[in-house]
């Protein structure tokens, strides 16, 4: 009998064991032989589609909508060919899109997450940062505290300089009176810094079904794209704040039609104010802090002419006929000019005529008396300021309306661009409570051309305190400017900053209130009841001139850039 077959650990192998013996062919010595496995290749990490990508059609300043289905939900930007679609899966319009077309790296605009189609994979990758820098530009408290100091020029993906925040506002077609007011603002430093930062009013709640908080967002978006120093182009849409503006306003404010600036200003501010959740506080939101003022307001009535001196004397003695004294908050002063000569001079020539803005500015000394009248009586009023805040609006009413059209007053305003004494306008008792009362002029609002309904050009002027020069900005025309130019335009919105380096020599510790307008120390605003529509008609003036140097200088300067201005009208 033989021995049955032993394996190498001596055990005894089975038939069925020998026979799978046999049949296994015998390489080499080894029992077995170890492949090698092939690597995993992670497709997330290694794109082959990344050089498909288009930077110079990638425009993220437009409504993110699908441009098969119009569906705001869900929408990818195919990074080849810059157009929006819906989904990602099977049989949606972006799969569709990358088999036909064979367009394959998408953004998902909500997540900011990058994916490869049609198969179905994310992508990533750190030089598509860049691209997420251009979709939602971020800023760091360092990056905002250079801003104002940083006099660098950037160089946009398509090679053209600009300098952030100077930046061009397309004007989709009659939009460039709200294109100003938007690039004005945004020269506005501590609106600016509060907007740059998303998280300052992500977390403000608002009640269900509110749409004006969408205002707030838009605008934030808006400002964070202006002042981005790694833009792929030299130019900003303004597509979705302008839809914005037209869904929150119920349609008042239009894209496709000319509107007013100052109405649009009061609106937008007052509505971001009470987005805010403002309220009547001075620092009650950003807004408040940054523009509301205070004033007093004197009112006295007359009777009518036409009664006899007895019915006179009745009347006054009425409680109604007596001086009457109320605070209110004010956004913005309201400047009347003198009405243009009716007849040409001794040259048979119209001149126009030209008003130092002193002599606008007496109106709220609390000394002028303005009248207001009605077909019964007549209201004296005089108008005190008794709060200065850090940056003041003004307001030239260049437009009224008779009977028949709408006129424009084509009164040039002599003003000066630094060092403005607004002091000098408030009481002594008043102006001790104010550490600062110096401002200096940082944006100017120009209206160009004739009144009336779709009518007329909108520009701004705005001070970049980097290269403390001036800019021109007309939708996207973009460029530098003499200071002297400046005081030539038919000025119709300014806006002053003030100055923190130059203190009130009147200034008393001890009397300053909630006047004493330290902007670090204040908080936000609400919607205000008025945005000031003070006065229209004739003025009295028994009141002093302020501010008399300066406007002298201003005067002087410009006569040495442009000389005298005689213009035919």
Known sequence: NMAAPKAKNNK????????????????????????????????????????????????????????????????????????????????????????????????????????????????????????????????????????????????????????????????????????????????????RNYFLKEENYKKIKRPPGDILFLLVQRFGELMRKLWNPCNFKAHVSPHEMLQAVVLCSKKKFQITEQGDTIDFLSWFLNTM????????????????????????????????????????????????YQEKVIEIPWLYLTCDLPPPPLYPDESRENIIPQVPFANLLTKFSGVTEKEYKTHKDSTM????????????????????????????????????????????????????KHKFTTYDLTANIVHDGEPGHGKGSYRCHVLHKGQSKWYEMQDLHVADILPQMITLSESYIQIFEVRKDIPNPSYIPSASTEADMDLDDQPQVKKSEMGDNLGQETTKTNGRVVLEQATANSIGKRDEVAGTVNQKI
């Open 273 to 320: 104010h009470s987005t805010l959740n403002g309220n009547k506080k001075m620092s009650s939101s950003i807004i408040n802090k940054s523009f509301r003022g205070k004033m007093k307001v004197y009112s006295r009535k007359f009777p009518n002419v036409d009664l006899s001196e007895e019915e006179k004397a009745k009347l006054l003695l009425e409680e109604d």
């Open 12 to 191: 005894p192998i089975l038939k069925n064991e020998h026979e799978k013996q046999k049949k296994r062919p015998i390489v080499d010595d080894e029992e077995a032989i170890v492949h090698p496995k092939e690597p995993k290749v992670d497709r997330s990490r290694s794109c082959p589609y990344l050089d498909t990508i288009n930077r110079s059609v990638l425009d993220f300043d437009f409504e993110k909508l699908c441009s098969v289905s119009l569906s705001h939900i869900n929408v990818y930007a195919c990074l080849v060919c810059g157009k929006y679609f819906q989904g990602r899966g099977n049989n949606t319009h972006a799969y569709t899109h990358s088999v036909f077309e064979g367009h394959h790296v998408f953004l998902n605009l909500q997540t900011q997450k990058f994916y490869c189609l049609p198969d179905n994979y994310q992508i990533i990758d750190s030089s598509l940062d860049d691209i997420i820098y251009v979709l939602n530009p971020t800023f760091t408290d360092v990056m905002i505290r250079k801003l104002d100091k940083n006099p660098k020029l950037s160089r946009a993906f398509d090679g053209t300089t600009y300098l952030p925040g100077i930046v061009g506002l397309n004007n989709i077609k009659a939009n460039d009176y709200c294109n100003v007011v938007l690039q004005s603002l945004s020269h506005v430093a501590p609106l």
């Open 381 to 432: 009023k005089r108008f005190e300021l008794t709060r200065l805040p850090p940056f003041i609006i003004i307001y030239f009413k260049r437009f009224n309306k008779n009977y028949f059209v709408l006129e424009k007053n084509p009164t040039i305003v002599n003003f000066p661009i630094k060092n403005i004494d607004f002091g000098d306008l408030l009481s002594p008792e008043t102006r001790a």
